[in-house]
């Protein structure tokens, strides 16, 4: 196509150039990924058959050729090409993400007739979770190479594993105490979802592909660690009413910034967003992964938490095991104020060959009740001070 045949519909009315607009991409016979993903959607949302052709079966062909081409011709430059900017035809807008979950969205519908073309679907949508990611980095770990961060824990199973193990457990927002926590959980059951899905009968599919995000809550120090171990209500809620211990984790960038798109598997790290108030209207079609799982009303402040976002579609279960490798260790474990001397021995024995430093939280009531400070302890069940010298002798 031409410049010139280009510009025979320039100055027409906006629902009249739309339309040439897409008939134009329409033309186009270059292969290219961008060009066949418009065509699939021009094909899809218009509805258009062609000699006796269901329009679905035409914009399979057409997303199937872009997903293939995916691979193939991924960063050709189509100005030189085509003959015209590229972005006025809307392929330079065009995205990994895009495709995926146009792809979902005809598999689906298919699928409603046709039930073979239900994981395929899935499938897509999947990819499209992940490749959404790509483009949903938060600021905050934009440049973030560790951090620091802090996880109360009671003694449990899942605990001692993750200790044995070099593991970071993390698990679906369902699983949460908060009913409210995530949004996610709300807006996928809403009439939102139908119109994401643009065709009606297949927003379970969608929905489902959601299933794979977990997360696992930590603490953030805010001023100085005090603020963190010294928080009485965290000791409280999670760990057992202080008969639990709390992990002080070093999180690398490779942990906290991780997207596998071949195998799909994501891990990010963000602060949670606390809001006084938070509307969820039915024109509300979309909505960010961020808001999605890292919102949180306000009266959960003092938890100053950051959360880890997981997803991994390599297990169906509520709760998945997120290895640490290289990418991850444990600095600290600190035992709460009433943790039992055999939790803690067996706690110790289980990280002796590891480089962890062990405290214990203390009170000193003659000064003040309510403050509690951490103690170092030895893995010999004694607590030490800066001196490393022995409190219970």
């Not at 392929?91 to 895009?98: F, G, M, P, S, V």
């Not at 909505?287 to 306000?298: G, L, P, V």
């Not at 214990?360 to 003040?368: A, E, I, Q, Y």
Request: proline share 3%; aromatic share 12%.
């Amino acid at each position: 196509m031409s410049k010139g045949r280009f510009c025979e519909f320039q100055g027409t009315t906006e629902k009249s150039f739309n339309e040439n607009f897409f008939k134009s991409v329409m033309e186009l016979d270059y292969k290219d990924w961008r060009i066949s993903y418009r065509k699939a959607e021009y094909i899809y949302e218009n509805k258009i058959s062609d000699k006796g052709k269901p329009y679905i079966e035409i914009a399979k062909e057409y997303i199937d050729e872009s997903i293939q081409l995916l691979s193939i011709n991924k960063d050709t430059e189509l100005d030189s090409v085509i003959g015209i900017p590229f972005i006025l035809l809307g392929l330079k807008t065009a995205k990994e993400n895009k495709v995926y979950l146009l792809a979902g969205q005809i598999y689906a519908q298919l699928a409603i007739t046709n039930n073979k073309y239900k994981d395929n679907a899935l499938k897509y949508y999947q990819k499209y979770q992940v490749f959404q990611q790509k483009y949903k980095l938060h600021e905050f770990v934009n440049e973030l190479t560790e951090i620091s961060v802090y996880s109360f824990r009671p003694l449990s199973e899942y605990a001692l594993a993750d200790l044995a193990n070099d593991t970071i457990t993390v698990s679906r927002p369902s699983r949460m105490n908060d009913p409210f926590d995530s949004l996610a959980n709300l807006w996928k059951k809403s009439d939102n979802l139908k119109n994401i899905t643009k065709e009606l009968g297949h927003e379970d599919i969608f929905a489902e592909s959601m299933d794979y995000f977990r997360i696992r809550s930590f603490s953030l120090v805010k001023d100085d660690e005090a603020s963190v171990l010294g928080n009485i209500r965290m000791w409280s809620a999670y760990a057992n009413n202080h008969q639990g211990f709390c992990i002080r984790y070093k999180l690398n960038e490779g942990f906290i910034n991780h997207i596998d798109t071949d195998n799909l598997i994501v891990r990010r790290l963000a602060p949670i967003k606390y809001v006084y108030d938070c509307p969820m209207p039915k024109s509300l079609t979309a909505i960010d992964s961020y808001e999605a799982y890292n919102k949180k009303h306000e009266c959960w402040a003092y938890e100053n938490e950051i959360r880890l976002l997981s997803y991994n579609t390599g297990t169906d279960s509520d709760f998945f095991s997120e290895p640490m490798g290289d990418d991850a260790e444990i600095e600290e474990v600190i035992f709460g104020l009433l943790c039992p001397k055999e939790h803690m021995e067996a706690i110790c024995n289980i990280l002796r060959d590891k480089k962890v430093v062990f405290f214990k939280m203390t009170t000193d009531p003659r000064k003040d009740i309510y403050t509690l400070k951490k103690k170092k302890y030895s893995s010999k069940g004694k607590l030490c001070d800066k001196q490393n010298r022995s409190l219970t002798d």
